[in-house]
């Protein structure tokens, strides 16, 4: 049985196992990379540290979010074009998409490089955690094209029929990045410069390793002169559904942005710190919903392409299912063991008083995030790019950024993390309306 055929014919769940778990172990090893350096860090510097690291978090957002554009986006057409076999689409998907994703990360690290200070301002760097966050943000900027590079391999690998493969691409960086950790930080003492140094060794490892497998015939790529001749309206429509994931990770750094500022204001570094562990934690929580997104991706894309509805929303079903679950199990063990988890980070009892309940609060309804995110993806790998940039949107800013004012001012410093879960259960009821209007429409293309 060909790939083509396993998509549409093969077991569904043991295929969304196949695809997702890989996808979703790859995220969450993407996550590692910021939430090692913070551990390090935090244990071996302190908090005002802990707090520069955090201050840069949105740097890392910015770097994901065009790689994602590209690869998602790319890689999403890339299906849609398999399920039809038409292999010159498929080429010139994964070439395009390449070509973008140097250009994007190339014109972002200029202007990082360029306006670091002005950017920095913008983070809202504290005068206790700039000198770290000064250190950190400058080298983390150079690895921008690597982290794009690498997004673009681990995806174009996966929905190739290698999940593994493309788990590993990132794998690889990742182990690289932990074991220079704990020599730059731990043993030779560099302090936030090693952590930095770390990360981008790392981010180049994976991308070396994305590029071997590709030249070596791991996925359906051919490669050929013509697979790198830039299509304008091709890369309009990579561009186009891969948006969502441009919006997410940039709202997402955003709101890291509003976050540091609003809780700078209501609690100094403590509370930025412990925003550290949130928002890390909250990466465990989002990268396996999204992993099992984009495992189903190349099972979604090439049955809508092939006209199998039933088994496109079949697919959603199923996945949802399991991505609940997966995330319930972590918000079980955030609620349960929040001082366990704040220790983890080198916590002070500061820390511990405030992140405690902010932790719990933040993550109350954390599990309704598994559909959320599936719902995004869904609208992305059917082409259908609106419905996930609304729903995005909504939920990451038009929501979200107005509750972080608003909440506070009625109940202090904790209002700020009862912004989240509010936004997500907004989001949850747009989510279930626009997939059960998309079920209709589909079902009513099927024939009678």
Not at 297 to 306: D, K, L, M, Y
Not at 409 to 421: K, S
């Amino acid at each position: 049985m060909n790939k083509t055929n396993q998509f549409s014919q093969g077991k569904l769940f043991p295929l969304i196992l196949k695809y997702s778990i890989p996808a979703a172990i790859s995220l969450l090893i993407t996550a590692i990379y910021n939430i090692v350096d913070r551990i390090f860090v935090g244990n071996f510097n302190g908090t005002s540290a802990l707090a520069g690291l955090s201050i840069c978090f949105p740097l890392s957002y910015m770097m994901m979010a065009f790689g994602l554009t590209c690869s998602a986006g790319g890689s999403s057409l890339f299906s849609l074009f398999a399920g039809k076999n038409e292999q010159k689409k498929m080429n010139a998907s994964f070439g395009n998409a390449l070509i973008l994703v140097v250009i994007f990360e190339l014109i972002l690290t200029a202007i990082l490089l360029i306006f670091v200070n002005p950017i920095l301002e913008v983070f809202g760097v504290t005068e206790t955690s700039y000198s770290y966050a000064f250190e950190y943000y400058r080298i983390v900027a150079l690895g921008c094209l690597f982290q794009g590079l690498t997004q673009v391999f681990c995806d174009f690998v996966r929905v190739s029929g290698k999940p593994v493969w493309g788990m590993c691409v990132t794998g690889i960086g990742a182990v690289t990045n932990i074991v220079l950790d704990a020599v730059f930080v731990a043993a030779m003492d560099w302090g936030v410069t090693g952590a930095a140094w770390a990360t981008v060794i790392g981010q180049i490892f994976s991308t070396l390793f994305g590029l071997y497998l590709v030249w070596k015939g791991y996925t359906k790529v051919e490669i050929k002169k013509e697979t790198f001749r830039f299509n304008f309206n091709l890369s309009k429509k990579i561009v186009s559904c891969g948006f969502a994931f441009w919006i997410a990770q940039m709202a997402m750094g955003l709101i890291s942005l509003v976050y540091n500022s609003q809780l700078g204001k209501y609690g100094g570094d403590t509370a930025i710190s412990v925003y550290a562990v949130v928002a890390s934690i909250m990466t465990f929580v989002i990268m396996p919903a999204s992993g099992i997104s984009q495992g189903i991706q190349p099972i979604v894309g090439n049955n809508f392409g092939a006209g199998n509805y039933k088994r496109v929303m079949a697919t959603l079903y199923q996945a949802s299912a399991f991505s609940v679950g997966i995330t319930c199990i972590i918000w079980l063990i955030v609620l349960l063991f929040p001082k366990s988890i704040l220790l983890a980070f080198g916590a002070t009892e500061e820390m511990l008083q405030l992140g405690i309940v902010g932790l719990r609060t933040n993550f109350c309804i954390t599990p309704i995030l598994g559909f959320v995110m599936l719902a995004t993806t869904f609208f992305q790998s059917i082409a259908k790019p609106i419905p996930s940039v609304v729903i995005t949107f909504l939920r990451q800013i038009l929501f979200l950024i107005p509750f972080i004012y608003i909440f506070p001012i009625l109940w202090g410093i904790n209002g700020i993390f009862v912004a989240q879960p509010v936004s997500d259960g907004l989001a949850l009821i747009l989510s279930i309306i626009l997939v059960a209007r998309e079920q209709r429409h589909l079902y009513k293309r099927l024939p009678r």
